[in-house]
């Protein structure tokens, strides 16, 4: 049963432009939700995270969205830059257990 | 500042052979999770320590095993491998038994073949 879900495999942006990465969850136990980047041959790197009890949080560039009803929560990146280009996971948590993480979405951001 | 490292990072093993994993957390924390991603998947949780012991599993069979030792570093190990063993394996460290921010090494990529 996959918990966590990012139904977008990729997505193609231009420089400049705004990335919209979505992810949808079942489980509504959970409390906590974080978002990593991956480049290749690297490990994920955290980027951003926000509670349950907020619906939004900004850092710099990134802002993440928690709709709670919805069971949706996104990250969007203003201005994109190529530097962005990367896998993006969304991962989940509840009561500080394990995080659950999605499948990923890989974001290519084009001069 | 060296943050979480593996080793080795790659590997390739045949089937029923036994393999094990190492990593040493970033400085300062005492805690240490693995996950294992196979290709096109997220991470998925395999277990976690914390003061010597796991405190924590996911869905893996007994095959899959760890320790933790009193400087903090850990082993994945790995029994009667299956080609579906095949996968980036994946180990963070944080502090105090957290699960929230984990920093992660860059993985041990494991052929079975």
């Known amino acids: 049963d996959q918990q966590v879900k990012q139904n977008s495999p990729s997505l193609s942006v231009q420089e400049g432009r705004i990335s919209i990465l979505n992810c949808d969850y079942t489980?509504?136990?959970?409390?906590?939700f974080l978002w990593y980047k991956k480049y290749p041959a690297e490990g994920p790197t955290f980027l951003i995270s926000?509670?349950?009890?907020?619906d939004k949080n900004e850092d710099g560039r990134f802002t993440v969205f928690l709709n709670k009803s919805a069971k949706h929560l996104s990250l969007h990146i203003v201005p994109s830059q190529p530097g962005d280009s990367a896998v993006y996971f969304c991962?989940?948590?509840?009561?500080?257990?394990?995080?659950?993480f999605g499948t990923g979405t890989r974001l290519q951001v084009f001069p | 500042d060296a943050g979480v490292t593996q080793s080795p990072t790659h590997l390739i093993k045949t089937r029923g052979q036994q393999v094990t994993l190492r990593c040493s957390p970033k400085s300062g924390h005492d805690t240490v999770s693995w996950y294992q991603q196979a290709l096109g998947q997220g991470p998925q949780f395999i277990f976690q320590?914390?003061?010597?012991?796991?405190?924590q599993r996911g869905n893996f069979p007994d095959r899959f095993s760890g320790h933790q030792f009193p400087n903090y570093s850990s082993e994945l190990n790995v029994n009667a491998l299956l080609l579906g063993d095949s996968a980036l394996y994946l180990c963070a460290s944080s502090p105090g038994g957290w699960n929230e921010k984990l920093f992660f090494g860059s993985g041990t990529q494991l052929s079975v073949l």
């Open positions: 926000i509670s349950s009890i907020k």
């Open positions: 991962a989940a948590t509840y009561n500080t257990d394990k995080l659950i």
């Open positions: 489980n509504s136990m959970f409390d906590y």
């Open positions: 320590y914390y003061e010597e012991e796991e405190r």
